[in-house]
């Protein structure tokens, strides 16, 4: 749906800095974007950033887990030994204490997915404004993702030329890592 949105958004912005008139009517350039959003510097550096957020979330995870899992044990160790009030206690205690890291995890994914969403979207505007200002100086009118395409004449592909522009203009992105506030 927002790589729909972005594809519509970039044939208009297109067809926006097109001269009014054309001669010879509309002319056409395709992009790739896939394979700039796959092998740009700014795209990797993101990918990159969120993988290492993510491995220290999982190791942080693991952790977590194991303690829960002794604490589990050491509270099944305890069963016999506890009037049934005070187990019932502990392990409302300890389901509290999961549900709250269950919580915690489902906020730090969040704010992964949003800090990976704000910095793509950053890429996007750099690869949308690229490509009208390629419009005004090689004078199409319309761009169009080759992934809508069926067909078109390579001589109508610019992602290269874009791919080039793109790393030089934005080399790499930093992600903001943010909490995740509550919609209210």
Do not use: C, W
């Not at 550096?45 to 952790?63: F, N, P, T, W, Y």
């Not at 996007?124 to 690229?130: G, L, P, S």
């Not at 419009?135 to 001589?155: C, G, H, R, W």
């Amino acid at each position: 749906m927002k790589t729909t949105r972005f594809y519509s958004m970039l044939a208009a912005i297109a067809l926006a800095y097109a001269p009014a008139a054309h001669a010879e009517g509309p002319s056409f350039a395709t992009v790739n974007i896939q394979k700039i959003m796959q092998e740009s510097s700014a795209a990797k550096s993101v990918r990159e950033q969120i993988d290492g957020k993510m491995k220290a979330l999982q190791s942080e995870l693991s952790k977590k887990d194991e303690q829960f899992q002794k604490e589990h044990q050491e509270i099944e160790k305890q069963r016999s030994a506890l009037s049934k009030q005070a187990f019932e206690e502990k392990t409302r205690s300890f389901s509290t204490k999961v549900t709250g890291a269950q919580k915690e995890v489902q906020s730090k994914k969040a704010m992964l997915d949003n800090a990976f969403e704000r910095a793509i979207n950053d890429i996007q505007k750099a690869v949308t404004e690229i490509i009208a200002g390629m419009a005004k100086e090689k004078n199409f009118t319309v761009a169009l993702p080759t992934s809508q395409i069926l067909y078109a004449d390579e001589k109508l592909d610019i992602t290269s030329e874009v791919l080039t522009k793109l790393n030089q203009k934005l080399p790499k992105v930093d992600v903001k890592f943010e909490a995740v506030s509550e919609k209210k």
